[in-house]
Nanobody
Framework: VQLQASGGGLVQAGASLRLSCTASGRTFSTYAIGWFRQGPGKEREFVSAINWSGSNAVYSDSVKGRFTISRDNDAKTVFLMMNSLKSEDTAVYYC????????????????WGPGTLVTVSS
């Protein structure tokens, strides 16, 4: 599975952005997909993940209630809708594919795509 994240940009605090993670490969629909982020000088951290069917999703405490993950298996795309953005959401966002999930630990993810930069100005 090859992944490509897109949709990042520069926004003001309180704004919204929708990230997309588009995949190639016939097995996309069998993978859970997770979003992680890495802020300046920080470790990569878990944001959200969704299982293969879209029926189960998990979120980090820092984004719960503000971010929503969803997927469209026909389009081979997972979305991360980010509302009420804060300056602390500034990071490079990565999507990864995990054979079982949703999982919040990086160790379970087999495939990663290049990230997309989100910058939130206060």
């Amino acid at each position: 599975v090859q992944l490509q994240a897109s949709g990042g940009g520069l926004v003001q605090a309180g704004a919204s952005l929708r990230l997309s993670c588009t995949a190639s490969g016939r097995t996309f629909s069998t993978y859970a997909i997770g979003w992680f982020r890495q802020g300046p000088g920080k470790e990569r951290e878990f944001v959200s993940a969704i299982n293969w069917s879209g029926s189960n999703a998990v979120y980090s405490d820092s984004v719960k209630g503000r971010f929503t993950i969803s997927r469209d298996n026909d389009a081979k795309t997972v979305f991360l809708m980010m509302n009420s953005l804060k300056s602390e959401d500034t990071a490079v966002y990565y999507c990864g594919a995990c054979p079982r999930g949703p999982r919040s630990e990086r160790i379970w993810y087999d495939f990663w795509g290049p990230g997309t930069l989100v910058t939130v100005s206060s």
